[in-house]
């Protein structure tokens, strides 16, 4: 089965250390996101990619966060320094999502990484 | 204005029977994309079934199917023969596809459905 890898599963840093999460999308998937999931905030996105160039991150911090795709088989989002509020779980999701919504779309979510900046 | 919004924080449901989840959303776009996904306690988010807003029926997978009635922008998922393993959350979520580059798919607050045995 085809599916969105993410590293590491579980992260426990201390404040003020970089962090750095990683994902291999789907192989032929297009479109690239990056979610943050707390219980006050629900799911929220922090960034995505299209073909590998980055079309939003407005939804990121932008003096402690950076995405990024070296290439097509990986993304990572890089948090400097971490503070305690960045706890929470970052899945990465990719998709292929054509023009128009139509047709076939589908997107799939890695398993997370749970963050937790002490 | 939210986009999606969930109105069934919480479900409890006797396994066996049917379950609808709710899903309205709010677009001018008139070429979207709509998706439910399962979070189970594990944490992970299961993709289940996508409608587009150009399709002629309503989508199925399996055991889901999407009720999908575009005049009240609704797009409720229905489980039927409810199973125990399906006790999780929920999440609807759209994609507005009007134009190139706006593919960020924007998600409710979640359903928390239970399955009594």
Same mark, same amino acid.
């Given at each position: 089965?085809?599916?969105?890898?993410?590293?590491?599963?579980?992260?426990?840093?201390?404040?003020?250390?970089?962090?750095?999460?990683?994902?291999?999308?789907?192989?032929?998937?297009?479109?690239?996101?990056?979610?943050?999931?707390?219980?006050?905030?629900?799911?929220?996105?922090?960034?995505?990619?299209?073909?590998?160039?980055?079309?939003?991150?407005?939804?990121?911090?932008?003096?402690?966060?950076?995405?990024?795709?070296?290439?097509?088989?990986?993304?990572?989002?890089?948090?400097?320094?971490?503070?305690?509020r960045d706890s929470?779980?970052?899945?990465?999701?990719?998709?292929?999502?054509?023009?128009?919504?139509?047709?076939?779309?589908?997107?799939?979510?890695?398993?997370?990484?749970?963050?937790?900046?002490? | 204005?939210?986009?999606?919004?969930?109105?069934?924080?919480?479900?409890?449901?006797?396994?066996k029977e049917a379950?609808?989840l709710d899903c309205?959303?709010?677009?001018?776009?008139?070429? #979207?994309? @709509?998706?439910?996904? %399962?979070?189970?306690? *594990?944490?992970?988010?299961?993709?289940?079934?996508? $409608?587009?807003?150009?399709?002629?029926?309503?989508?199925?997978?399996?055991? #889901?199917? @999407?009720?999908?009635? %575009?005049?009240?922008? *609704?797009?409720?998922?229905?489980?039927?023969?409810? $199973?125990?393993?399906?006790?999780?959350?929920?999440?609807?979520?759209?994609?507005?596809?009007?134009?190139?580059?706006?593919?960020?798919?924007?998600?409710?607050?979640?359903?928390?459905?239970?399955?009594?045995?």
């Open positions: 089965d085809a599916r969105v890898t993410q590293t590491p599963r579980h992260k426990v840093t201390e404040m003020g250390q970089e962090v750095t999460m990683r994902c291999q999308p789907i192989l032929g998937h297009n479109t690239v996101f990056w979610y943050r999931q707390t219980m006050m905030q629900g799911l929220e996105l922090l960034a995505y990619f299209r073909n590998r160039a980055p079309l939003d991150d407005s939804g990121m911090p932008k003096d402690r966060f950076s995405a990024e795709m070296p290439d097509a088989t990986l993304a990572t989002l890089k948090i400097q320094p971490s503070e305690p929470a779980v970052y899945f990465c999701a990719s998709g292929l999502l054509l023009w128009g919504g139509q047709g076939e779309s589908e997107a799939f979510f890695g398993q997370g990484t749970r963050l937790t900046v002490v | 204005a939210q986009k999606i919004t969930q109105t069934q924080p919480g479900m409890f449901v006797q396994e379950v609808t309205t959303y709010d677009t001018s776009d008139p070429s #979207y994309g @709509l998706f439910w996904y %399962k979070q189970p306690s *594990s944490g992970e988010m299961i993709f289940l079934i996508y $409608q587009g807003s150009y399709d002629q029926q309503n989508a199925t997978e399996g055991r #889901y199917s @999407l009720n999908f009635q %575009k005049a009240r922008k *609704s797009a409720n998922l229905v489980i039927s023969a409810s $199973q125990l393993g399906d006790s999780a959350m929920y999440f609807c979520a759209m994609r507005e596809g009007g134009n190139f580059g706006n593919e960020k798919l924007t998600f409710g607050t979640g359903t928390r459905l239970t399955i009594i045995p």
